[in-house]
């Protein structure tokens, strides 16, 4: 099956700093998204992003399908950026979930 | 409704009991998907719907593990003489489409046997 490699497994930064977060997988996929599992254990859905460049305010996103990687970066972070951060892919039916980065913000 | 709910929120079952958890999708949403997620670890895939049908449960561990989608609404996810190794939180996930394409997520169940 497919192989979901993420880093850094762990992240602390101080409010206001910038961060990337990467995502390795090891075949051809026809979905990935990111998504933040807050403190409280809700994923929630930052982007649907296969292929191409997003944004949502101080959030971005970027996967190169052809190189098997994508990125997330955080600007300005906030306290409320804590929690993990999962890179999840799928080429079938169903999403294969990477390790995750724990990031944790401080004021 | 707005999101994806499950309930119970939380669950305390004795070692050898048995326990259904309950998923409600986003209404219209064809595809639902149950996930296990351990302790610091990812959520891992355990079985899909699309409407009705189950088409892939290639994820149950075991065959003390059993979901239901009987009106391609409603799911409940069953787990029959409880061990240990189940405590875990368990999320239900749906989606408008065919496969799992834009899944939403719902809060989860967190499952503890004692």
């Known amino acids: 099956g497919i192989q979901v490699e993420q880093s850094p497994p762990d992240l602390i930064l101080q409010e206001g700093a910038n961060s990337t977060l990467r995502c390795n997988f090891s075949?051809?996929?026809?979905?990935l998204q990111w998504f933040h599992q807050n403190p409280w254990g809700q994923l929630i859905n930052l982007f649907y992003?296969?292929?191409g460049t997003k944004q949502n305010g101080r959030l971005s996103a970027t996967t190169v399908a052809t190189e098997r990687y994508s990125l997330l970066y955080i600007s300005s972070s906030q306290t409320t950026d804590s929690g993990v951060y999962f890179c999840?892919?799928?080429?079938?039916?169903?999403?294969?979930f990477g390790t995750g980065t724990r990031l944790q913000v401080f004021p | 409704g707005a999101g994806v709910s499950q309930s119970p929120r939380y669950k305390v079952a004795k070692r050898g009991q048995d326990v259904a958890l309950r998923c409600d999708p986003i209404s219209g949403h064809v595809s639902l998907f149950w996930y296990q997620q351990a302790l610091g670890q990812g959520p891992e895939f355990l079985t899909y719907?699309?409407?009705?049908?189950?088409?892939?449960k290639s994820g149950l561990p075991s065959d003390r593990f059993f979901a239901e989608r009987p009106e391609g609404s409603v799911s409940t996810l069953k787990i029959q003489r409880t061990q240990q190794e189940d405590s875990a939180v368990y999320l239900c996930?749906?989606?408008?489409?065919?496969?799992?394409?834009?899944?939403?997520f719902g809060s989860g169940t967190r499952l503890t046997v004692v």
């Open positions: 075949d051809s996929v026809n979905n």
């Open positions: 999840a892919v799928a080429n079938t039916d169903k999403l294969i």
């Open positions: 996930a749906s989606s408008l489409g065919r496969g799992p394409a834009g899944y939403t």
């Open positions: 992003i296969p292929s």
């Open positions: 719907f699309q409407n009705e049908a189950q088409l892939d």
